[in-house]
C-alpha cells in the first residue's frame, strides 16, 4: 500500500462546493494524507524541514487546488518554490522525489470546452499546466495527465459532483492500491478522459 | 548665608522624609506634611514667621496645579461635567454649610460667625486630594472625577465667599477697617458692584483671547529658538501673568491659572508646555505641605488637645457623612462613594486664607481662628491616613468581593470575554465586527461603563467567582477569552473554566513564557503571550528603520519566532514551576543557537548559504 499525499491548497474553502466535496472523499481514504496548506500556514511562513519530511514519507504526490490564472494559488506556488531545494529535489544529492508519480488535480470555474486548441484558452488544461509537469520532469517525478474538474460552481448543481467525487476516490484508492497505469496515465491528455483505460479492475488487478 | 541654609533644612528635610513615606507605602503628602514638622515645631530650625512667607511663596504649588489641570481638560470635556459639577459641588458646597453652620450655631456662636465658619470648612483641600489622586492613578476613575468637580466648584465658589466675609463682621467696625485694608488687594475695591463684575468678564474674556491668538505664535516663536529654558520661562510666565491679573480683579488666582490651562489645553504645545512645569509643581506643592506642617503650633495643640481633635473629627465626620449621602444619590458605585466620601472629607488650604482673612476682617474672634486654623491642620494631617483607610480596606474588598450586585445577564454569548483591559478590548471588537454574540465581564465599572457607551455588551462582575461564569453562560458559550489583568487571577479563573465548563475551549493571554505554562497547566487550550507578536512587530521596524529591505525584515522575525516557539517546547520540561538551575543552563543554550540560526539564516542540516528561494540555476538544468 503506497502512501498518498494529498497537498490541497485553497484559500476560500468556504466558498468552493467542488473542493470541500474533494477534500472530504480524500481524508476518507485510509492511507491517504491530506494537508490542507491554507489552514497549516496561514501566514504563509512555510517550515521547509516539516513540508520535506513529509515528501520523503509519501510516495506519490497529490496537488489538489482551484486553477487561478492557469496555474495554482500562491500558497502552493510559494511551497513549491521553497520545498522542492536544491539537494532535496534536483541537484546531484537531490533525489529525495525520483521516481515518485506527481498528479494534479485541478478545479476550473470554466467549461471543458475553453481548454482546447480551438476553444478559449487555445490551450489544453496540460498544456498550461507545463511550469509543472517540468517541474516534476527536472526533479525525476513521474507526472501524470491532469484531473480536471470543469465548471466545478455548476457541479452540484447539474448533479455532476457525486460523479466527479466518486471518480477522484477511484483514482486516489488506485493510487495507493497501485492499480493505476501510470504509464497509461502520463501519456494521455487529461485522467478523466482514460479513467476507466487507467484503473484496472479488482478482477483485472488479481489476474 | 540664610538662603542656603533654608534652602539646605528644607530641601533635607523634605528628601528624607518624603523617601520614608514613600517606603512605609504612605504618600508623598504626609512625607512632606512630616518633613514640616520635623522641621518646625520638634526640631524648631525654622521660626514661625518665616514659614508664613514660604507658605505664600509655595502657595503658588497650588496655582500650578490648577494650570496644569486646566491643561488637561479640554473644553468639551468640563462642558460634558457641568451637571455634576453644578450638582455635586453645588449640592456638596450647600449641604456642607449648612450642617457646620448648624453646628456651630448650637455651640453658641452668632449666625454670622457661624456661616463663615461652616463655608471656610465646607471647602476641601484641592492640593492634598488632587495631587493624591494623581499619584495613585486614581484621576480617571469615576470617583476621581466627581472629587475633581467638587474640588473645581469649590475654586470657584470661594470667590463669593471672600465677598460675604465683610457682610457677615461682627467684630468692632475699627478691626472691620483694618481687615478690609489687609484684604490682599482688589484694585477694583470701591468700585461698584456691576463695574467689578464687568471687569472680571473682560478679563476672563482677555485670558481667553490673548490664549488663543497671543500666547500660541508666541509659543511658536520661542520654540523655533530651540532654547529650552526659555521655553520653560515662557510657560511659567503665563502660569504668573494669569494669576497676578486674575488676583488684581480680586479673582482666584488659582481659579485664572485654571482657565488659562483650559485655554492651552488644546495648543499643540500643551505636552512641551507640561512637561516643562510639572517639576515645579511637584516642588512647591512639597513645599507648601511643609510649610502646613512646620506651622502647627504645637504648645496650643498640646494645650486644647481634645478640642482641636474633637473639631477635626467633626469636621471629618459631618464631610464624609454629606459626602458619602451625595455620592449616593449621584449613585456612585460602592469603592467611587468611599474615594469621594473619604478623599474629601478634610478642610483645605483656602481655609488658612479665609480665616484669617476672617480673623482680621472682625467675623471671628483671634483666638478662635488660631484653634480653627489648627483643626484644619490636623484634618489635612488625617486625610492621607484616610486614603490609607480606602486603599487597604475598601480596594481590597472591592476586587474579590464587592456590595455592588452583578450585573443580570440576559443573554449567554458565544464567547465570554473576562477582563476588557487593552488586550480583552480588542479581541472584543474583533469578535463584534464578525458578529458574534459576545459577553464580557470586568470587575471595573468604569472601564465596564466606558465599553457600553461603545456598544459593547459588557457587564460588571467579578470573572473569577464561579456563580457569574455561570450566569454570563459558560455552560453554552464555545470559547472563553481569559484576558484579565492579574497574572494569578488568570491563572485560577482559567483552572476553575477547565475543571468545570470542559467542553469550553479555553484562549488565554499570557504574560510571559512562565505564565504560559502556568496556564497550560491550567487546562487552557490556546495560550499566547500579550506582548510577543507586538513586540516581534517593533522588532520588525527596527530592522526595516535600520535599512533591511521590508521582506528580508519579515523573514528575520519569522525565524526568530519559529526558534522562540521551539524554545518554549524545550524549556517547557526544565521548568517545573520555577526558575531553576537547569532551566537557566538551556535558556543560554537556546539563547547561543538563536544567533546560530539568524546568522547562518538556516535552521539545521545542509550547508547552503542561502537556502531560501533558490529556484534551479544553469548548471542544474545539466547534470
Redesign the interface.
Given at each position: 500500500m503506497a502512501r498518498v499525499l494529498v497537498l490541497f491548497a485553497h484559500p476560500r474553502t468556504d466558498r468552493s462546493v467542488a473542493n470541500t466535496a474533494l477534500v472530504a472523499a480524500a481524508r476518507s481514504i485510509d492511507g491517504v494524507e491530506l494537508v490542507d496548506l491554507y489552514a497549516e500556514y496561514p501566514d504563509f511562513d512555510i517550515d521547509i524541514d516539516r513540508e520535506q519530511q513529509r515528501l520523503l514519507e509519501a510516495d506519490i504526490l497529490v496537488l489538489q487546488h482551484p486553477v487561478y490564472w492557469y496555474s495554482c494559488p500562491a500558497l502552493l506556488k510559494e511551497w513549491l518554490d521553497l520545498v522542492f531545494e536544491h539537494g532535496f529535489a534536483y541537484g546531484s544529492e537531490g533525489t529525495a522525489l525520483a521516481g515518485k508519480p506527481m498528479l494534479q488535480v485541478a478545479t476550473c470555474g470554466t467549461a471543458r470546452e475553453a481548454y482546447k486548441k480551438r476553444g478559449k484558452y487555445q490551450n489544453e488544461l496540460r498544456t498550461l499546466f507545463s511550469p509543472f509537469e517540468q517541474t516534476a520532469k527536472f526533479c525525476d517525478m513521474t507526472y501524470l495527465a491532469p484531473f480536471g474538474v470543469f465548471s466545478a460552481e455548476d457541479a452540484k448543481d447539474e448533479k455532476r459532483l457525486d460523479g466527479i467525487v466518486t471518480d477522484y476516490h477511484r483514482v486516489l484508492t488506485a493510487l495507493r492500491d497501485g492499480t493505476l497505469d501510470l504509464e497509461k496515465a502520463a501519456a494521455a491528455p487529461l485522467l478523466n478522459d482514460v479513467l476507466d483505460e487507467v484503473i484496472a479492475t479488482p478482477e483485472q488487478a488479481a489476474v | 548665608m540664610g538662603f542656603f541654609q533654608d534652602a539646605f533644612i528644607y530641601l533635607l528635610a523634605a528628601v528624607i522624609a518624603v523617601t520614608v513615606s514613600h517606603r512605609l507605602g504612605l504618600g508623598s503628602v504626609l512625607g512632606y506634611l512630616f518633613a514640616g514638622i520635623a522641621i518646625g515645631p520638634v526640631l524648631g530650625v525654622v521660626a514661625g514667621a518665616e514659614t508664613e512667607t514660604v507658605k505664600h511663596f509655595a502657595e503658588f504649588g497650588v496655582v500650578i496645579m490648577l494650570f496644569l489641570i486646566g491643561l488637561e481638560l479640554e473644553p468639551q470635556m468640563i462642558w460634558r461635567m457641568r451637571w455634576q459639577l453644578l450638582g455635586l459641588g453645588g449640592l456638596q458646597v450647600t449641604l456642607t454649610t449648612a450642617t457646620l453652620t448648624a453646628a456651630a450655631m448650637a455651640a453658641g456662636f452668632a449666625w454670622q460667625t457661624a456661616l463663615v465658619i461652616g463655608m471656610t470648612l465646607a471647602l476641601s483641600s484641592t492640593a492634598i486630594v488632587l495631587q493624591t489622586l494623581n499619584e495613585k492613578g486614581w484621576m480617571r476613575s469615576r470617583g476621581g472625577q466627581s472629587s475633581f468637580s467638587v474640588l473645581l466648584f469649590q475654586d470657584i465658589a470661594v470667590i463669593p465667599m471672600l465677598a460675604l466675609l465683610p457682610l457677615l463682621a461682627v467684630g468692632d467696625p475699627a478691626a472691620m477697617a483694618a481687615g478690609n485694608a489687609g484684604h490682599q488687594g482688589s484694585m477694583l475695591d470701591g468700585f461698584p458692584g456691576w463695574f467689578q463684575t464687568l471687569v472680571i468678564v473682560a478679563t476672563i474674556a482677555f485670558i481667553i483671547l490673548s490664549g488663543r491668538f497671543l500666547v500660541r505664535p508666541a509659543f511658536r516663536l520661542i520654540a523655533a529658538s530651540q532654547m529650552r529654558e526659555l521655553f520653560t520661562a515662557a510657560a511659567l510666565l503665563i502660569v504668573v501673568s494669569t494669576a497676578l491679573l486674575m488676583d488684581l480683579v480680586g479673582v482666584s488666582a488659582a481659579l485664572g491659572a485654571f482657565l488659562a490651562g483650559v485655554v492651552l489645553s488644546t495648543s499643540e504645545y500643551r505636552h512641551a508646555i507640561e512637561s516643562d512645569i510639572e517639576p515645579f509643581k511637584g516642588l512647591l506643592l512639597g513645599l507648601f505641605f511643609i510649610s502646613v506642617g512646620a506651622g502647627i503650633d504645637f504648645g496650643l495643640l498640646f494645650s486644647e488637645f481634645f478640642l482641636i481633635i474633637g473639631i477635626a473629627l467633626g469636621i471629618i465626620l459631618v464631610k464624609a457623612l454629606v459626602l458619602l449621602a451625595l455620592a449616593g444619590i449621584f449613585r456612585l458605585p460602592w469603592q467611587d462613594t468611599w474615594m469621594f466620601g473619604l478623599g474629601l472629607a478634610q478642610a483645605g488650604e483656602f481655609a488658612f486664607v479665609l480665616f484669617g482673612f476672617a480673623g482680621s476682617s472682625g467675623a471671628i474672634a483671634g483666638s478662635l481662628v488660631e484653634i480653627l486654623i489648627l483643626s484644619v491642620a490636623v484634618t489635612m494631617l488625617l486625610t492621607p491616613l484616610l486614603f490609607i483607610l480606602f486603599e487597604r480596606y475598601v480596594l481590597p474588598r472591592t476586587v474579590s468581593t464587592t456590595n455592588r450586585e452583578a450585573d443580570e445577564i440576559p443573554e449567554p454569548g458565544t464567547v465570554v470575554i473576562a477582563g476588557v483591559g487593552r488586550v480583552g478590548q480588542i479581541i472584543a471588537r474583533l469578535l463584534m465586527a464578525e458578529n458574534y454574540k459576545i459577553v464580557v465581564l470586568d470587575h471595573d465599572p468604569n472601564l465596564v461603563e466606558r465599553m457600553r457607551q461603545t456598544g459593547v455588551h459588557s457587564y460588571y462582575g467579578d470573572a473569577t467567582r464561579p456563580d457569574l461564569l455561570e450566569a454570563a453562560g459558560l455552560g453554552e458559550a464555545e470559547v472563553l477569552v481569559a484576558a484579565l489583568d492579574d497574572q494569578d487571577q488568570q491563572t485560577a479563573l482559567v483552572r476553575h473554566v477547565a475543571e468545570h465548563f470542559p467542553k469550553c475551549r479555553i484562549v488565554a493571554r499570557a504574560f510571559d513564557r512562565h505564565h504560559l505554562y502556568e496556564l497550560e497547566k491550567a487546562g487552557a487550550h490556546a495560550i499566547e503571550r500579550e506582548a510577543f507578536e507586538g513586540a516581534l512587530m517593533l522588532g520588525r521596524r527596527t530592522l526595516r528603520e535600520l535599512g533591511l529591505h521590508p521582506f528580508r525584515a519579515e523573514q528575520k522575525v519569522?525565524a526568530f519566532?519559529?526558534h522562540d516557539m521551539q524554545t518554549v517546547d524545550v524549556l517547557r520540561e526544565y521548568w517545573g514551576g520555577a526558575v531553576g538551575k537547569k532551566y537557566l543552563t538551556a535558556v543560554r543554550e537556546r539563547l547561543d543557537e538563536l544567533m546560530q540560526v539568524m546568522r547562518s539564516d538556516r535552521?539545521?542540516?545542509?550547508n547552503?548559504p542561502d537556502?531560501?528561494?533558490?529556484?534551479?540555476r544553469g548548471e542544474?538544468?545539466e547534470?
Open positions: - | 519569522r519566532r519559529r535552521l539545521a542540516g545542509k547552503l537556502r531560501e528561494w533558490t529556484p534551479p542544474d538544468a547534470r
